[in-house]
């Protein structure tokens, strides 16, 4: 037995929602250190820079194009209608920009995110390797390539999605679900790669993927609910990318130590 197996030998393996929980506090203890407080800048400048630019060379455009077609939308024109006959407002108001943000704003989330995976994950897995996963083997293999691929189409999956299923959000209950199902698919699937594609084999990638399926997909559902709170935007994709480094290299050394893999 070497070193490494012989410094971890007596952890407690971490199943199911213990993984879970022990990944979250793992990530905010982490997220406290100070070269992972500077990591946050990187994809906060970014993100900020991004919606400047979208703002600027998109709203007026944008805005105008949505008056005109909301010209077409039958049951906003009834309830516009009827809202100014008794006094009030008209709806479209405050409509059509609440919807220009609601397109624009999440492109430039989505860049900030992309930034973490392709280059923040690599800054994180590092520090992690120095003081959590000491001796944990580097057995990946065009992890920069396969990882960026893998944010790039992810990233036109959702933007592509995001766009398509926005007239929902005319109806009340999927204003909610729709932002929440995006941003799980997209933190799940972005950050569940990178995670790991450093450190395990294809095949070793593939096992923890499908075993602890449900626990990634947890994982990105608890921080795109965090990730609806504006405060949180400053953080987000370090401790995400923290979260899910922590969870992924816990299972792939349990992995390993279990002695299904060489």
């Known amino acids: 037995m070497d070193q490494y197996q012989l410094a971890v030998r007596d952890q407690r393996p971490s199943n199911g929602l213990?993984?879970?929980?022990?990944?979250?506090?793992?990530?905010?203890?982490?997220?406290?250190?100070?070269?992972?407080?500077?990591?946050?800048?990187?994809?906060?400048?970014?993100?900020?820079?991004?919606?400047i630019v979208l703002l600027w060379a998109f709203w007026s455009p944008l805005t105008?194009?949505?008056?005109?077609?909301?010209?077409?939308?039958?049951?906003?024109?009834t309830v516009d209608a009827w809202l100014v006959a008794i006094g009030l407002v008209s709806i479209k108001l405050y409509l059509i920009p609440v919807l220009a943000a609601g397109i624009l704003l999440p492109m430039s989330g989505i860049l900030g995110l992309i930034i973490a995976a392709v280059f923040i994950m690599p800054i994180v897995l590092g520090h992690l390797d120095r003081h959590h996963y000491a001796g944990l083997r580097r057995n990946g293999r065009n992890a920069t390539v396969?990882?960026?691929?893998?944010?790039?189409?992810v990233g036109v999956l959702?933007?592509?999605?995001?766009?398509?299923?926005?007239?929902?959000?005319?109806?009340?209950?999927?204003?909610?679900?729709?932002?929440?199902?995006?941003?799980?698919f997209a933190i799940t699937r972005m950050l569940r790669v990178d995670a790991v594609i450093e450190h395990a084999d294809p095949e070793e990638r593939r096992y923890?993927?499908?075993?602890?399926?449900?626990?990634?997909?947890?994982?990105?559902?608890?921080?795109?609910?965090?990730?609806?709170?504006?405060?949180?935007?400053?953080?987000?994709?370090?401790?995400?990318?923290?979260?899910?480094?922590?969870?992924?290299?816990?299972?792939?050394?349990?992995?390993?130590l279990s002695g299904s893999t060489s």
Not at 158 to 183: D, S, Y
Not at 226 to 252: C, D, Q, T, Y
Request: include cysteine.
């Open 18 to 51: 213990a993984a879970v929980a022990a990944a979250f506090k793992r990530a905010l203890v982490s997220q406290l250190h100070p070269k992972m407080l500077a990591a946050i800048l990187l994809p906060f400048i970014i993100t900020l820079l991004g919606a």
């Open 64 to 77: 105008a194009w949505l008056t005109d077609a909301s010209a077409d939308w039958g049951v906003v024109n």
């Open 146 to 153: 396969l990882g960026a691929w893998n944010a790039i189409w």
């Open 158 to 184: 959702f933007v592509l999605g995001w766009l398509v299923t926005m007239p929902l959000w005319l109806f009340p209950p999927f204003a909610v679900i729709l932002p929440i199902f995006w941003w799980t």
């Open 208 to 256: 923890i993927w499908r075993r602890h399926n449900r626990q990634w997909w947890l994982i990105g559902f608890c921080l795109a609910l965090i990730n609806l709170l504006p405060p949180a935007w400053l953080v987000m994709p370090v401790f995400s990318s923290l979260v899910f480094a922590h969870f992924g290299l816990e299972a792939l050394r349990q992995y390993r």
